[in-house]
């Protein structure tokens, strides 16, 4: 049961330079989302998709773009790192948005250093 | 500022002992209420959730309560293992569906 899977597990970048995380699951769910750590601060919304074609921005959008073609993907994509984006970033999924019953998975995380 | 906030940031326990873990949130209107479990390197795990006609919830070792007119929960761990090492969030959903976190409390079980 592999759940949610997030690649690289680390990543260096340079500041200019441009990568793409990806995330998958296996567990046919329709909502996916970005979040970012970042020390001394609760996790924070980048992006999320209601399912395959739809997506929308979080609460700390720029600088970060997002396309859901499947229902199992959910890359997400820097266009120009910055040293700001130097953070940990979490996928998460969940089967249905009823509020008061459906649980986040969350993948392990992408350590992202920007130099 | 932030809408949840948690208390204490970081405490150390002696393994067998009990602690509680404390969440104050100004979200408002509330829908409900998560504890999850974050270990060191890894994604955050659900551990309870708990909407407005809960005022605890109880998974394994770990029971959660909740005041929603004093808007505070509470995490109690029980009996701690040192597998309890690690960072326990709270995330308050606002009723459109919104989650805020907590900046989490680090639990340090020693032997």
């Known amino acids: 049961n592999a759940g949610v899977t997030q690649t690289p597990k680390f990543q260096v970048l340079k500041t200019g330079q441009s990568m793409t995380l990806q995330c998958a699951q296996d567990?046919?769910?329709?909502?996916m989302s970005w979040y970012r750590q970042d020390p001394g601060m609760g996790l924070r919304l980048i992006h999320y998709?209601?399912?395959?074609?739809?997506?929308d921005q979080g609460e700390v959008p720029n600088g970060y773009n997002v396309s859901r073609s499947t229902t199992e993907d959910f890359p997400l994509r820097l266009l120009s790192a910055a040293p700001s984006q130097t953070s940990v970033y979490f996928c998460?999924?969940?089967?249905?948005?009823?509020?008061?019953?459906?649980?986040?998975?969350f993948g392990s995380g992408t350590q992202l250093s920007v130099l | 500022k932030n809408q949840v906030e948690q208390s204490p940031q970081s405490l150390i326990i002696l393994e067998g002992k009990n602690c509680t873990l404390q969440c104050n949130y100004t979200v408002s209107p509330f829908s409900n209420l998560r504890w999850y479990k974050q270990d060191t390197g890894r994604g955050p795990v659900s551990l309870t959730i708990m909407t407005f006609s809960e005022n605890t919830k109880s998974n394994g070792r770990y029971t959660a309560t909740l005041d929603a007119d004093t808007k505070q929960s509470s995490l109690h761990i029980t009996a701690s293992q040192l597998s309890d090492s690690a960072s326990y969030i709270c995330v308050v959903t606002d009723s459109w569906g919104k989650l805020q976190f907590g900046a989490g409390t680090q639990v340090v079980v020693t032997p």
């Open positions: 998460a999924s969940s089967s249905s948005w009823d509020r008061d019953n459906e649980k986040l998975f």
């Open positions: 998709s209601v399912g395959a074609g739809i997506t």
């Open positions: 567990m046919n769910h329709e909502y």
